[in-house]
């Protein structure tokens, strides 16, 4: 079973600054077998990156993904006021599992 | 367009047993695997089970919290997609999120919520 720890738990930036998320599996990801998704209140995920690195269909390109084997970062360039959600990572290579999410909050 | 709708949540007593539906449109559901994927109260997404599509076997497989407990199924000539709890416990208490796919997952429902107290 592959664990993925995000850190940090909750990011508190302002509308213009970059965020940097970690997520760290417990073993190697399988052909970078990771995807990140956006959560916000009372939605369902969305998801934003798949592949470590592929931004999905109507992505902005603000979003990045970028890692590979135990080691992967999603990162946005600039933050706009609708990106302040909870984001997660999931590995998709072994069964599949999520990490416990990064809160991004308005600072 | 893809929709995934989930049906069957609610309260229910410890021990007990419940049923949910996935009711899938816009889309071949046999061609696809299925997942289900839940969010209790407070905490974060956590991946409970898949099914894999006729063409890979249709086979199943669970998170390790639920094996044993939960069954995942499908009905492709229905368009329906079911997972059956049994000897719920108050930690399975969430909101279920069925999801196209058993790898990364672009299309979700909106969820059904389950609350399992006495």
């Known amino acids: 079973e592959i664990v993925l720890t995000q850190s940090p738990g909750t990011l508190s930036l302002s509308p213009g600054e970059r965020a940097t998320l970690s997520c760290r599996a417990s073993?190697?990801?399988?052909?970078?077998?990771l995807a990140w998704y956006q959560q916000k209140p009372g939605q369902a995920p969305r998801l934003l990156i798949y592949g470590a690195s592929r931004r999905a269909t109507g992505i902005p390109d603000r979003f990045s993904g970028s890692g590979s084997g135990t080691d992967f970062t999603l990162t946005i360039s600039r933050l706009e006021p609708e990106d302040f959600a909870v984001y997660y990572c999931?590995?998709?290579?072994?069964?599949?599992?999520f990490g416990q999410g990064t809160k991004v909050e308005i600072k | 367009e893809v929709q995934l709708v989930e049906s069957g949540g609610g309260l229910v007593q410890p021990g007990r047993s419940l049923r949910l539906s996935c009711t899938t449109s816009?889309?071949?559901?046999?061609?696809?695997?299925l997942s289900w994927v839940r969010r209790a109260p407070g905490k974060g997404l956590e991946w409970v089970s898949f099914?894999?599509?006729?063409?890979?076997?249709?086979?199943?497989e669970y998170a390790a919290s639920v094996k044993g407990r939960f069954t995942i199924s499908r009905d492709d000539s229905r368009g329906i997609a079911y997972l059956q709890m049994n000897s719920l416990k108050t930690e399975d208490t969430a909101m279920y999120y069925c999801?196209?796919?058993?790898?990364?997952?672009?299309?979700w429902g909106q969820g059904t919520l389950l609350i399992v107290s006495s």
């Open positions: 999931q590995q998709y290579g072994n069964l599949s599992a």
């Open positions: 099914i894999r599509s006729k063409g890979y076997g249709g086979t199943e």
């Open positions: 999801a196209r796919g058993t790898e990364y997952h672009v299309h």
């Open positions: 073993q190697s990801v399988s052909s970078n077998n």
């Open positions: 816009g889309y071949t559901i046999a061609d696809y695997g």
